[in-house]
């Protein structure tokens, strides 16, 4: 949900600073997702006037303009169609950067004429998606003023995220009443429609055939209306928003949209033929959406329908044949409700996304449908002139009445603070809730724009939100007396203690097969024959590892062989010795190759130095390892396995698959790679 700031002030009386307006906004619910300043980063473009602009020398295309700024004249090669004498335009001067793009400006020639400058588009100012000529400035604008204000582009773009429950807050003044609850200003009236009255009867009737999935229709005949343009300050703000301006027709229900969550439509009434139906659509129907593209409605798909066929779909989208043009001086209004779940059923079936389709499947306010289309027959006559004819109703208002009991003492049960029932009731009231006091609380009423407040609970939500979530004392748990066990024992949380610790500790975890060459398993004390495999998975992984170390080793030198040659590797796993129960065991092991980095401070300065690791940091990681695991005291041993010799491991070796060799005669550096010891009884 987008909008500005001075559109939030049409409907709320404040002196708020911005960042203020925002951050209550996060506060109630209403979370701010972006604030958009677009005058930032157009400061520098002032206003300029083209003296005169004459044909490119070298280019049928090109004019040379001699243009008028804060800085003396400037002789501009210009390649915009509407480039002429005696208008006001965009100058970006030379070190100005241009948001579409980036470019920085610069003096240059062009085909042999020197540029000073660059007259803008709207579409390289980032504004609209316009680039046919260049931005065309009002006569009365001051040259060397920037183009900021003049263009509207002061006014901070704010966007909130809105959660599917408020639906009330899909338009401006729902987000107003929020803020004035909160205590951020005072919720303006809506404008006077005492005095808009129908003339005359509208010729054209509305049937509704199923009341469920449109339970109201109000429509109304508008006569010798003069569609065009719509004014600066209803374009600045669609086009603030996103949303490109088309006629002033088009453009009023847009705005309706947004400023109330109101979804409007306008047919051209001359291409109507007889009356309105809202039915079900017809087997083979097809219908051209505003879009541009055609659609066939399903059976159950509700459209608005004359005697010619379906007009639009209804609270999805118009029809191209029945929308209204430059050329319509009549037109007939649709203000209607739509069942939400069969409006988001046609929406999926047929794929299309539109701002009517987003608010009828959230809800809009069931009782603001007569007031909806007095308003915007005000604004039709306002900015197009014509003659109104009376509403005509199909269907009636559903009844949306209820109450609920919000008793004092819950909205401290239930939401940990403790208020005064004057505080609670006064923020209920601000929302629109209507309370009548009872023997423990109140008897509340929702208004009809809070369809989603369903009991006590969601009263106690709107308390606490306007209040302040912040106001909630931090309070924990208590312990439930029959809570079950832990789901890891304790041998899981030490094993996963121990693989948190050797990746703080800069080493990556690896996970390799729980089985290996019988080759390799006897240098590793595998001597067993009950751990050999009867159906392996290939030929020389035939038995159980009795060590995590040979297949460490493996991994180191596949890396090896592809560069990576500082490695610091490590396993938690199982180790297997013999078939019983006890007989395997849960085994941290890991190996270091290669250099280890050392990162010191001296003197101020960061200092990197590698080295090669060292048995130290076997040692090191062991006892971090130990530590963490909560066991104090350890025994260490001198004594080593018979695979350690002490001719340190060559390159050579590392290639080869000669394993017997490589860990009979090359260990010693094997001793040290070692990161930590594998205890005898695992974890």
């Known amino acids: 949900m987008k909008f500005t700031l001075s559109w939030l002030k049409d409907h709320l009386e404040t002196q708020a600073p911005l960042q203020q307006i925002c951050d209550t906004l996060t506060m109630i619910g209403l979370e701010v997702e972006q604030v958009i300043d677009r005058s930032a980063e157009l400061q520098l473009f002032t206003v300029a006037k083209i003296l005169s602009a004459e044909k490119h020398p070298e280019a049928d295309k090109l004019r040379v303009c001699r243009v008028q700024s804060d800085i003396g004249e400037l002789q501009i090669v210009c390649g915009a169609p509407n480039a002429r004498a005696g208008i006001h335009i965009a100058l970006a001067k030379e070190g100005t950067v241009i948001p579409r793009g980036g470019m920085v400006i610069k003096k240059t020639k062009i085909r042999g004429v020197e540029s000073n400058g660059m007259l803008?588009?709207?579409?390289?100012?980032?504004?609209?998606?316009?680039?046919?000529?260049?931005?065309?400035?009002?006569?009365?604008?001051?040259?060397?003023?920037?183009?900021?204000?003049?263009?509207?582009?002061?006014?901070?773009?704010?966007?909130?995220a809105i959660t599917p429950n408020r639906a009330d807050c899909l338009g401006v003044r729902g987000i107003a009443r929020d803020l004035a609850a909160a205590g951020l200003g005072m919720l303006k009236p809506l404008p006077d429609i005492s005095g808009i009255k129908g003339n005359f009867a509208s010729p054209i009737q509305v049937t509704i055939a199923d009341s469920k999935k449109c339970p109201q229709f109000i429509g109304c005949y508008i006569k010798n209306v003069k569609n065009g343009e719509s004014p600066g300050w209803l374009k600045k703000?669609?086009?603030?928003?996103?949303?490109?301006?088309?006629?002033?027709?088009?453009?009023?229900?847009n705005y309706m949209t947004i400023d109330l969550g109101r979804p409007l439509h306008v047919f051209d009434a001359k291409k109507l033929r007889g009356n309105i139906t809202v039915r079900d659509a017809k087997d083979g129907e097809k219908l051209k959406a505003l879009n541009g593209k055609e659609y066939i409605p399903q059976g159950g798909i509700t459209v608005i329908a004359d005697d010619s066929g379906a007009l639009s779909l209804g609270g999805i989208i118009g029809g191209e044949a029945s929308g209204c043009t430059l050329e319509s001086t009549e037109v007939f209004l649709e203000v209607a409700l739509f069942d939400p779940a069969h409006i988001a059923e046609t929406g999926r079936i047929l794929q299309i996304e539109s701002d009517a389709r987003y608010r009828f499947e959230r809800g809009v306010d069931v009782d603001f449908v007569e007031t909806g289309a007095l308003l915007a027959v005000r604004l039709i006559k306002q900015l197009c002139g014509g003659e109104a004819s009376e509403l005509t109703f199909g269907g009636k208002t559903p009844q949306w009445q209820r109450s609920f009991t919000l008793r004092h003492e819950r909205i401290a049960s239930l939401g940990g603070v403790t208020l005064p029932p004057a505080k609670a009731e006064a923020i209920l009231k601000a929302l629109g809730f209507a309370c009548v006091a009872s023997n423990d609380?109140?008897?509340?009423?929702?208004?009809?724009?809070?369809a989603d407040i369903e009991g006590e609970a969601d009263l106690i939500e709107e308390v606490l939100r306007i209040h302040g979530y912040d106001h909630i004392p931090p309070t924990p748990l208590p312990k439930l007396p029959n809570a079950g066990k832990p789901a890891s024992n304790l041998?899981?949380?030490?094993?996963?203690?121990?693989?948190?610790?050797?990746?703080?500790?800069?080493?990556?975890?690896?996970?390799?097969?729980?089985?290996?060459?019988?080759?390799?398993?006897?240098?590793?004390?595998?001597?067993?024959?009950?751990?050999?495999?009867?159906?392996?998975?290939?030929?020389?992984?035939?038995?159980?590892?009795?060590?995590?170390?040979?297949?460490?080793?493996?991994?180191?030198?596949?890396?090896?062989?592809?560069?990576?040659?500082?490695?610091?590797?490590?396993?938690?796993?199982?180790?297997?010795?013999d078939v019983t129960p006890d007989g395997q065991r849960m085994v941290a092991a890991g190996i270091h190759t290669g250099n280890i980095a050392d990162h010191k401070y001296k003197d101020g300065l960061f200092q990197k130095n590698d080295r090669a690791v060292d048995v130290f940091d076997a040692k090191a990681d062991a006892l971090a390892v130990l530590q963490a695991l909560g066991l104090s005291k350890c025994d260490i041993t001198t004594d080593t396995p018979p695979l350690v010799s002490s001719r340190p491991l060559r390159r050579a070796d590392v290639g080869r698959q000669n394993y017997p060799r490589l860990f009979r005669r090359n260990s010693s550096r094997l001793a040290a790679h070692i990161r930590y010891g594998i205890t005898r009884r695992g974890i």
């Open 120 to 160: 803008c588009s709207a579409d390289e100012l980032g504004l609209s998606g316009d680039s046919d000529g260049i931005i065309e400035l009002p006569e009365t604008s001051k040259i060397g003023e920037s183009i900021v204000k003049i263009l509207g582009l002061d006014d901070a773009v704010i966007e909130i």
């Open 237 to 253: 703000r669609l086009e603030a928003i996103g949303q490109k301006s088309i006629s002033a027709l088009v453009d009023i229900t």
């Open 441 to 450: 609380g109140w008897i509340v009423s929702p208004p009809s724009w809070r």
């Open 491 to 577: 041998a899981q949380k030490r094993m996963h203690m121990a693989k948190h610790t050797l990746a703080q500790r800069g080493m990556m975890e690896v996970c390799t097969w729980s089985f290996l060459p019988e080759a390799q398993a006897k240098l590793f004390g595998g001597n067993n024959p009950k751990l050999k495999l009867l159906n392996p998975i290939s030929a020389d992984l035939d038995t159980m590892r009795p060590s995590l170390l040979p297949n460490l080793l493996e991994a180191a030198k596949k890396n090896a062989f592809r560069g990576f040659k500082d490695l610091a590797l490590f396993e938690v796993g199982l180790q297997f010795h």
